[in-house]
């Protein structure tokens, strides 16, 4: 159940918080997460957006996105493992999705490593797959791993 989720614009105070569900949600192997210093840097950027989802006073999840003239790019989503399957992943898709929108987006892009169970989550938003860089990500465990891009249209503009 999420009603007791809210979705609200991070601040640069909340780092810390967005950072405490990156370390949970994001396996080390895949080398995915980023570092607070990477984070800050959207915060500074006028076309980017950190969203957190809070449980309470308790970061549950987070996203961060960014406007690039009428395309919007998800750059990051995570729940904390111990919140996943409340809808809180769908929520903050919605929330992104909303923002970009008023922000003119009339395409809607994301990149993820192939083999992340968060596909499913992204193909349930109408997302689906338009490009693979093959062998692109190099995990700890020495494992190259394919990247695929996704898009969702909005409207007409396919």
Request: with cysteine.
């Amino acid at each position: 159940m999420t009603e007791t989720i809210r979705i609200a614009t991070a601040r640069v105070g909340d780092v810390a918080a967005a950072m405490r569900v990156m370390e949970a949600a994001f396996n080390p192997v895949y080398g995915e997460a980023w570092s607070t210093a990477q984070l800050l840097t959207l915060f500074a950027l006028p076309s980017a957006r950190v969203a957190i989802a809070w449980d309470g006073e308790r970061a549950c999840g987070f996203s961060a996105a960014r406007m690039a003239g009428p395309e919007s790019e998800l750059l990051l989503l995570a729940v904390d493992p111990a919140d996943r399957g409340r809808g809180i992943g769908k929520r903050l898709m919605d929330d992104w999705q909303a923002w970009a929108a008023e922000q003119g987006a009339e395409d809607y892009f994301l990149e993820m490593r192939a083999d992340n169970d968060a596909v499913h989550l992204y193909e349930r938003a109408g997302f689906s797959e338009c490009g693979r860089r093959a062998a692109y990500y190099r995990g700890q465990d020495g494992v190259m791993r394919d990247a695929i891009t996704m898009r969702r249209c909005n409207g007409n503009s396919r």
